[in-house]
């Protein structure tokens, strides 16, 4: 399924199996999930994409031809591939996850290369991620960019056992960071709109919920102690900054949901030696953590399972905001 130009719709069409060059691998691809950051493809919204345009960039599938000078990757073996399109060399910004502050050779995966949207795919290795046994494709699919997205900010948001650690919304990424939260150990505090969510966000592994729309939630925080991090995974800047008031002493809010602005208290940072900072997803080792962790505790995405020729439905599906709560497609089955 292809992008034509900027704006269009997807577009089935037939192509001939993509070769694989020195240190690539060619994926018979399984399954991809349908990403909101699909949105900057579709929209060309994002530097350097040349149309058409396979997007996809939550792809699970098995190596089926491997280029020359490829250690480690064999024919057969069960991989992933997420938004991260591997490493110039220059230097170790992208190995910290500093991916976007350089942006010299290396290509993002469904942006500026061809992705997941299709039967078969071509990735460099650096770009490859291991699937553990325990994840079916359509499980692993979204743990490529939501589930490392969320794992990585919280294994490195200097919380420790025991602490409150709180997650703003219960979507497509929220969902998984209560999950995730839980799991390492956190005193896990899901916060969305409405008091329905409340059995989701327990069942999930929060020990407290907060109901933003009844509930003063940076009040309700700051009367549990204090967030020593918040992780906001909401689209609406004013749900983010009402929040920062919760924050606990040399407290952490993370922006991991994308918002073109918001407002912060310099005051209250200065004075209680906060912090406000984005996060970006990962690179291939931190996606290799992410699912092993995942066999290991039974943390799961709760899908919407779409056939490949129905990606137009899928795409509209989840921008719509109504899914429940990652949408995914199915290939070659």
Same mark, same amino acid.
């Given at each position: 399924?292809?992008?034509?130009?900027?704006?269009?719709?997807?577009?089935?069409?037939?192509?001939?199996?993509?070769?694989?060059?020195?240190?690539?691998?060619?994926?018979?691809?399984?399954?991809?999930?349908?990403?909101?950051?699909?949105?900057?493809?579709?929209?060309?919204?994002?530097?350097?994409?040349?149309?058409?345009?396979?997007?996809?960039?939550?792809?699970?599938?098995?190596?089926?031809?491997?280029?020359?000078?490829?250690?480690?990757?064999?024919?057969?073996?069960?991989?992933?591939?997420?938004?991260?399109?591997?490493?110039?060399?220059?230097?170790?910004?992208?190995?910290?996850?500093?991916?976007?502050?350089?942006?010299?050779?290396?290509?993002?995966?469904?942006?500026?290369?061809?992705?997941?949207?299709?039967?078969?795919?071509?990735?460099?290795?650096?770009?490859?991620?291991?699937?553990?046994?325990?994840?079916?494709?359509?499980?692993?699919?979204?743990?490529?960019?939501?589930?490392?997205?969320?794992?990585?900010?919280?294994?490195?948001?200097?919380?420790?056992?025991?602490?409150?650690?709180?997650?703003?919304?219960?979507?497509?990424?929220?969902?998984?960071?209560?999950?995730?939260?839980?799991?390492?150990?956190?005193?896990?505090?899901?916060?969305?709109?409405?008091?329905?969510?409340?059995?989701?966000?327990?069942?999930?592994?929060?020990?407290?919920? @907060?109901?933003?729309?009844? *509930?003063? #939630?940076? =009040?309700?925080?700051?009367?549990? %102690? !204090?967030?020593? +991090? @918040?992780?906001?995974?909401? *689209?609406? #800047?004013? =749900?983010?900054?009402?929040?920062? %008031? !919760?924050?606990? +002493?040399?407290?952490?809010?993370?922006?991991?949901?994308?918002?073109?602005?918001?407002?912060?208290?310099?005051?209250?940072?200065?004075?209680?030696?906060?912090?406000?900072?984005?996060?970006?997803?990962?690179?291939?080792?931190?996606?290799?953590?992410?699912?092993?962790?995942?066999?290991?505790?039974?943390?799961?995405?709760?899908?919407?399972?779409?056939?490949?020729?129905?990606?137009?439905?899928?795409?509209?599906?989840?921008?719509?905001?109504?899914?429940?709560?990652?949408?995914?497609?199915?290939?070659?089955?």
């Amino acid at each position: 399924m292809e992008i034509s130009r900027k704006g269009a719709d997807f577009t089935l069409v037939e192509r001939d199996i993509p070769e694989p060059g020195p240190r690539n691998v060619r994926v018979r691809v399984e399954a991809c999930g349908v990403c909101h950051s699909d949105s900057v493809v579709k929209d060309g919204l994002f530097p350097g994409i040349t149309y058409p345009i396979i997007p996809g960039h939550e792809v699970v599938g098995v190596i089926d031809a491997v280029g020359p000078d490829t250690p480690r990757w064999q024919v057969g073996q069960r991989v992933g591939v997420g938004w991260n399109g591997g490493y110039c060399g220059y230097c170790n910004a992208c190995r910290r996850g500093q991916f976007f502050a350089c942006m010299t050779s290396t290509q993002v995966t469904g942006v500026t290369r061809d992705g997941g949207y299709a039967e078969f795919m071509v990735a460099p290795i650096s770009a490859v991620a291991a699937v553990p046994e325990g994840l079916a494709p359509e499980e692993a699919g979204p743990l490529m960019c939501a589930g490392v997205t969320t794992f990585n900010c919280l294994r490195h948001c200097g919380a420790g056992p025991g602490d409150l650690v709180a997650v703003l919304g219960l979507g497509g990424l929220g969902h998984l960071g209560v999950q995730f939260a839980s799991k390492m150990g956190f005193r896990t505090i899901a916060i969305a709109r409405g008091a329905d969510k409340e059995p989701l966000a327990r069942q999930l592994g929060a020990s407290h919920y @907060i109901d933003n729309q009844a *509930t003063d #939630a940076a =009040a309700a925080l700051a009367k549990l %102690g !204090g967030a020593k +991090a @918040i992780i906001a995974t909401v *689209t609406n #800047a004013e =749900a983010m900054q009402s929040l920062i %008031g !919760g924050l606990a +002493a040399e407290g952490t809010f993370f922006i991991i949901g994308a918002v073109p602005s918001m407002v912060i208290p310099p005051i209250q940072l200065l004075t209680r030696s906060q912090a406000v900072k984005g996060w970006y997803s990962g690179v291939s080792m931190d996606s290799e953590d992410t699912l092993n962790f995942s066999v290991l505790t039974g943390v799961r995405s709760m899908n919407e399972v779409y056939p490949l020729e129905k990606a137009n439905d899928a795409y509209a599906r989840m921008m719509s905001g109504k899914a429940r709560f990652r949408v995914v497609l199915r290939i070659g089955k």
